[in-house]
């Protein structure tokens, strides 16, 4: 008897074994790639395979991983940075990314794209995805989902992404089998390349801003983050990328919220927009899209502009001849000049 029960418990352990093991590559099968477009869902997770400590974490939307170009910080000024960057990234993703980030590492300073103050609801499931299936601790994703989670969607399937994607049978192509373990290098540290050109043209005006408050919400987790990083001794730093067209305005009502926020916090805040001029930004030449984004030659002025501020404002260590260090960013250097170049 003690013995068919012995058998029978060693049976009910390898079938839930059993069925952990399919239901992984289950779900390693279906979840979306994102090898294709679009890629903006490989950018969260692509950050855990990143072997350098970063100095600067830059977090936000398209704004910050098509503007700010981390190889290029380290080239002209030897800072080490990372873009924790997603599509639409929202303020309390943002609050949850850097806490993730935390568990890795400690930047000296973190920017954040003041952009982000102008959205309290989530508009687009997919966007959220993009950004919080990718982080790795659950905890974190199930905090951050449930903030703006709409009426169609479970706590579950951010634990176990299968339940969101199990009916992808039909969409499936060679690229999930390709990917099912590895990954292609989609960022240059975070920064989302670029290498169109497409100029700004005369536009309309942006529409009126009725309403030219922030969410609460939005001062929420902008206050926890404050709080965060004082917390953790790391300067925080509140930037506006110095693009702004009439379909994503950024309007002066906004422009002074934030500046009434930083001064009344001890923080700093950029409008990069006030000093385009001085980035010597040419709008017909420096973006891909119309002057919504930046292309990486935009990208890489923007880049030299910050960079100038941080050697300026704060104590950040040129790691270029440390080799150690150096030797980290080599083979990422030659890849952006590569891909930069072709």
């Not at 939307?61 to 940075?81: A, K, N």
Request: proline residues 4%; hydrophobic residues 35%; negative net charge.
């Amino acid at each position: 008897m003690e013995r068919v029960k012995k058998r029978n418990i060693t049976g009910i352990i390898g079938y839930i074994v059993l069925t952990l093991v399919l239901c992984y590559f289950l779900q390693k099968l279906l979840i979306p790639k994102f090898m294709s477009h679009p890629y903006e869902g490989a950018m969260i997770p692509e950050y855990y395979n990143s072997s350098t400590n970063h100095d600067v974490l830059f977090l936000g939307d398209c704004e910050f991983y098509e503007s700010i170009s981390p190889v290029r910080l380290f080239e002209e000024y030897g800072f080490t940075s990372y873009v924790r960057g997603s599509a639409q990234q929202l303020i309390w993703q943002s609050y949850y990314v850097l806490l993730d980030t935390l568990k890795y590492e400690t930047p000296k300073v973190v920017v954040l794209n003041a952009v982000e103050m102008k959205i309290g609801r989530v508009t687009n499931e997919a966007y959220t995805r993009m950004t919080l299936d990718g982080l790795s601790n659950i905890y974190y994703r199930l905090k951050a989902a449930s903030v703006g989670m709409q009426e169609n969607e479970s706590y579950l399937s951010y634990v176990f992404p299968i339940l969101r994607y199990h009916s992808r049978w039909s969409d499936l192509t060679n690229d999930d089998i390709k990917y099912m373990f590895r990954k292609d290098r989609i960022t240059y540290a975070g920064y989302y390349m670029q290498t169109e050109v497409r100029p700004q043209t005369s536009s309309p005006a942006a529409p009126p801003l009725f309403d030219t408050s922030f969410p609460e919400i939005c001062y929420e987790y902008l206050d926890k983050i404050t709080k965060l990083c004082k917390d953790n001794n790391i300067e925080l730093v509140l930037f506006k990328a110095p693009t702004s067209s009439w379909q994503y305005p950024w309007y002066d009502e906004w422009n002074t919220a934030v500046e009434e926020y930083a001064k009344a916090n001890d923080i700093a805040y950029i409008n990069g927009l006030e000093f385009a001029d001085r980035m010597n930004l040419d709008m017909e030449k420096d973006t891909y899209d119309g002057g919504i984004h930046l292309n990486v030659f935009g990208a890489e002025k923007c880049t030299d502009f910050i960079g100038n501020y941080l050697s300026v404002n704060y104590t950040l260590e040129d790691k270029r001849d440390n080799m150690e260090e150096a030797s980290k960013w080599t083979d990422l250097i030659k890849a952006y000049h590569k891909a930069k170049e072709s």
